[in-house]
C-alpha cells in the first residue's frame, strides 16, 4: 500500500477516513437501487449525513485499531526496549541475563500476525537469554580454569564445574601422562580403575572424535560402575592442535540434549587450552626442580621442601628426620676413573638411596657429592635404620663400568626434631651436617647423630 506519511496509524486513519467519505459518496447510490424515492436520496443533506456516516465509521476503525493493535505494538516495544536496558546493564560484567516467562514473555492470545509477532519475540528473547548464560558460563568456566595451573586441581575443578553446568551426576576426567593414560579425578563413579584402558576411550583419544554410547537396560558398559543404571554415556576428547591431551567421560541416567553436545564443544576447547598449559606448567616445574644428572630434586627446590614439611611438622606435632649423606674420597673416583664413572656413582647411590625410603620421603642433591634425606614423620630411631640400611647397601654394592668394579662408602649424618628441639629447619640441617663432620672425622663410612 502507499505510504502517505511515515506513521503507519496516521497513514490508517487517512485512508479510513477517505474510505469513509468514499462510502458516504457512493451509499446513496446504493439506496436508489434498493427502491428509496430520489426526492429522498438525491439530497445534498443524505449525502452530507452518509459521508459523515462515513467518517464517524473510520473515526471508530482508527480507535478500534489504536486500542486492539496499537497496545499490543506498544507492549512488544516496551518489551524489546527493558531487554535493551537489560543487556545494557550486564554488559561487560558477571551477571546473567534474569529472564523468566513471568518479566519477559508477550502474551500470545492471538493466532493472527500479532500474535505470530508475539510468539517470535518470546522465543527470541529464549534463545537470547540461552545463548548470553552459555556466554557467562564459558567465561566463568574458562575464569576458573585458567586460576588453576596444576594438572590435579585443574582437572577436579573442571569436571566439578562441567557437570553442574549440563547436570550430570557422574564422569571421570583422563590425562595422558609419560605415554600412559591416568584418571585424575572422577565424581559419581565406584570403580574407575579401568577406565585407562577401556577401548572405547581410547578410539575416541585415537580417532579425536567424540563417542555417544547409549545403554540398553539390560547391560551395563565395562568399566564404568555407578550409583545408578547409567542411560548414555559420552566420550569426549580433550584434543589441543590436533592432539589428544586426555579424554572427559561423562554418564548419565537420561539422554544428553543436543545442546549439551553442543555446549560440550565450547567447554571442550576451554579445557584444552588449561590442561595444554597445566601440562606444560608441570613439565616446567619438575625441570627446574629435579637435578638432571640424578634425577632426585635439587637444592633450591629440595630445601624448600624441607621449609614446607618442618612447618608442617611444628604445627601439627608430628616427627621429622634429616639424613645428610656424603660419598667418601669421591674425588679420588673422579681423578682416577673420570666424571663419566663419577656420574654413574652419584646416580646409583641415588637410586639405592630410593629404594630404601618409604613413599613422601624427600632426596636431594645438595651439589657435587652431597645429599640429603628429609624422612616424614621419622623418629631419631627411624632414620638411624633408614641412614643405616642405605649406608650398608652402597658398602655392599660394587659399581661395574665396562671392566672396572668401582667400590664407595657413604658416611652419614643426622638430626630429628622434636628429639632435638629447633626453631627453624636450618637448625636442624646444621645439627645433621654437625653429626656427618663428626663422621668423617672419626674414619668415615657410619653414620652418627
Not at 185 to 206: A, E, F, R, W, Y
Request: hydrophobic residues 45%.
Amino acid at each position: 500500500m502507499i505510504r502517505i506519511t511515515k506513521r503507519v496509524f496516521s497513514d490508517l486513519a487517512i485512508w479510513m477516513m477517505g474510505f469513509g467519505i468514499l462510502v458516504g459518496l457512493v451509499f446513496p447510490f446504493f439506496m436508489l437501487l434498493l427502491g428509496i424515492e430520489p426526492s429522498i436520496v438525491m439530497t445534498w443533506w443524505f449525502f452530507a449525513v452518509c459521508m459523515l456516516a462515513g467518517l464517524c465509521v473510520g473515526a471508530v476503525n482508527i480507535m478500534l485499531s489504536h486500542r486492539i493493535v496499537g497496545d499490543r505494538l506498544n507492549l512488544l516495544a516496551k518489551h524489546m526496549k527493558d531487554i535493551e536496558n537489560h543487556l545494557k546493564s550486564i554488559t561487560g560484567s558477571a551477571q546473567s541475563m534474569d529472564c523468566t516467562p513471568a518479566n519477559c514473555h508477550i502474551p500470545v492470545d492471538s493466532e493472527d500476525a500479532i500474535g505470530a509477532s508475539s510468539l517470535a519475540f518470546n522465543n527470541l528473547v529464549d534463545t537470547l537469554a540461552k545463548s548470553i548464560q552459555i556466554e557467562m558460563d564459558i567465561r566463568a568456566y574458562t575464569q576458573l580454569l585458567s586460576t588453576h595451573l596444576e594438572t590435579d586441581h585443574l582437572c577436579r575443578n573442571a569436571l566439578t564445574s562441567l557437570n553442574m553446568m549440563i547436570g550430570c551426576p557422574s564422569g571421570a576426567i583422563l590425562v595422558e601422562d609419560g605415554g600412559e593414560l591416568r584418571v585424575y579425578h572422577t565424581v559419581g563413579l565406584t570403580k574407575s580403575s579401568s577406565l585407562s584402558t577401556n577401548p572405547l576411550i581410547l578410539d575416541s583419544m585415537q580417532t579425536l572424535k567424540r563417542n555417544v554410547i547409549n545403554i540398553p537396560e539390560d547391560v551395563m558398559l565395562e568399566g564404568v560402575m555407578t550409583s545408578f543404571r547409567p542411560r548414555e554415556i559420552i566420550v569426549e576428547p580433550i584434543v589441543y592442535k590436533h592432539q589428544s591431551l586426555g579424554a572427559v567421560v561423562l554418564a548419565s541416567d537420561q539422554t544428553f540434549s543436543p545442546e549439551v553436545l553442543d555446549h560440550l564443544d565450547l567447554f571442550g576447547t576451554s579445557l584444552a587450552l588449561a590442561l595444554h598449559n597445566a601440562i606444560t606448567h608441570d613439565q616446567v616445574q619438575k625441570l627446574a626442580a629435579i637435578d638432571p644428572l640424578t634425577n632426585v630434586y635439587n637444592r633450591r627446590f629440595g630445601l624448600s621442601r624441607l621449609h614446607e614439611e618442618f612447618v608442617r611438622a611444628v604445627k601439627q606435632n608430628m616427627a621429622l628426620a634429616v639424613l645428610m649423606i656424603d660419598i667418601d674420597h669421591f674425588k679420588q673416583v673422579n681423578d682416577v676413573y673420570g666424571h663419566t664413572v663419577g656420574d654413574r656413582v652419584l646416580r646409583t647411590i641415588a637410586g639405592t638411596t630410593r629404594t630404601q625410603m618409604r613413599e613422601g620421603d624427600i632426596l636431594v642433591r645438595l651439589g657435587g657429592d652431597e645429599f640429603m634425606v628429609v624422612l616424614l614423620g621419622a623418629s631419631k630411631a627411624d632414620a638411624l635404620e633408614v641412614g643405616e640400611a642405605i649406608r650398608r647397601q652402597i658398602d655392599e654394592k660394587h659399581i661395574k663400568y665396562g671392566e672396572q668394579s668401582i667400590h664407595v662408602t657413604l658416611s652419614l649424618g643426622g638430626a630429628s626434631f622434636p628429639e632435638l628441639d629447633v626453631e627453624y629447619e636450618k637448625d636442624l640441617l646444621e645439627a645433621a651436617d654437625q653429626a656427618l663432620y663428626r663422621v668423617k672425622e672419626s674414619g668415615r663410612n657410619k653414620m652418627a647423630f
